[in-house]
């Protein structure tokens, strides 16, 4: 059974940072491209970030560029999205995507930027 379980998610104050994972499990996580999207209410669900399979390429969306941080540990076959000077737009449920032989999401975790 493929599962893609987010964590991380929550309230945080304009300026301060969290850290989002993803823990992969019952499909060849090592294989697969990692994404971030995120999803605003009331609008379309866009990418963050993704990176490759060994973690060596890293791409992110102009708007997060500079203050999120995508990695993964194939080890652990878990994803991440570090998360530093979050804005009030920054604001979403953000979810986890696995693309590879098949195509996977999680549940999304809420994020809530807000003083």
């Known amino acids: 059974q493929v599962q893609l379980v987010e964590s991380g998610g929550g309230l945080v104050q304009p300026g301060g940072s969290l850290r989002l994972s993803c823990a992969a499990s019952?499909?060849?996580?090592?294989?697969?491209?990692m994404s971030w999207y995120r999803q605003a209410p009331g609008k379309e669900r866009d990418l963050v970030a993704t990176?490759?399979?060994?973690?060596?390429?890293?791409n992110y969306a102009s708007s997060v560029k500079g203050r999120f941080t995508i990695s993964r540990d194939n080890a652990k076959n878990t994803v991440y999205l570090q998360m530093n000077s979050l804005k009030a737009e920054d604001t979403a449920v953000y979810f986890c995507?696995?693309?590879?032989?098949?195509?996977?999401w999680g549940q999304g975790t809420q994020v809530t930027v807000s003083s």
């Open positions: 995507y696995a693309a590879g032989w098949s195509v996977y």
């Open positions: 019952g499909f060849t996580f090592r294989s697969y491209t």
């Open positions: 990176v490759t399979t060994s973690g060596g390429t890293r």
